[in-house]
């Protein structure tokens, strides 16, 4: 089995990759960077979802703010908190430290082939891999959610991961480690939709029930921004990419990412030539076996469900 460790900033999709990671990887450690919503709020999400799930994991604070550009966060998808829709229980959780780049780096060098999963900005990796130039050779591998070979999402270009810290992204991507690649050009193929939601819904339990609620949300603010009631869970591609490498096609590429362009910044580049002028770095995943990820996906939540921690949730909606 799969040791994994995955750095986050919850997000409905981050919960669900979290729940995924623990049940079909053995999930050593999760931290978090701020991204979807500040660090204080991510850093709630991530403990309140491993008490709804019975994930029994130590949870380490990271970084509040990129290397270098200023701190961005898109309540306009997820609300300000990060986790706008269900009713929560109340926090019984707390975070293990505030150090999560050192966590990072004394787990990794403690142990050497675990897989580093990033799903949100890569603000603390780049960090570690700066103070331990160590790590890309001591890991199995480094497979994060993040960029696109086509649109973006937060711009015309840029997908969120790498916009809010380009800087970061360009140290990982030079790192040497072995990195796969879950863009949005591979995550959009794992539709969110309301018949997902649904399906979550009917696992039934406080967490299920929870994680359909965020969907819903998420596809309402979706329809309020002129969209279609269509997303992407985005970050459990990251995840399967490595407990189910089948569920992933991928080819080696060059990929790169714009640091300087006043339009493009965030941009990544996916060199898809297939006359190779740039040394590839990244395996690029391109198609996802959508109905075996969606099959997984709704095995790990039903496996999870009965593991709650958190006050019971009939699915009414009301926390008793
Ligand atoms: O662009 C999608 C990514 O941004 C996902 O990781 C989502 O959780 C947000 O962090
Ligand atoms: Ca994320």
New binding site residues.
Partial sequence: MVRLLVDC?P?H??AVALVVASHFGELVGITTVG??APLADVTTNALLTCQLFGIDVDVHVGAERPLVAPPRH?PEVHGVSGFEGPALPPLARAAASTEAVEYLIETIRSEEGLWLVP??PLTNVALAFRQAPDLPSRLAGVSF??GSAGAG??TAVG???MLVDPEAGSVVLGSGARLHMAG?DL?RQFVIDDALAADVRAIGGPGPVAIADLMVSYLDQLERLGGPRLGGL??PCAVLAVTHPEVVASQARHVSVELTGSITRGMTVVDRRSARTSEPNVFHGHTLDHPMARSLVLEALAAASGRSDGRSDPGDGVVR
């Fill in positions: 900033d997000g999709d981050d991204g979807n898109a799903i949100g959610m993040g999402n937060h997908e969120f991961n949005l995550t985005h970050d």
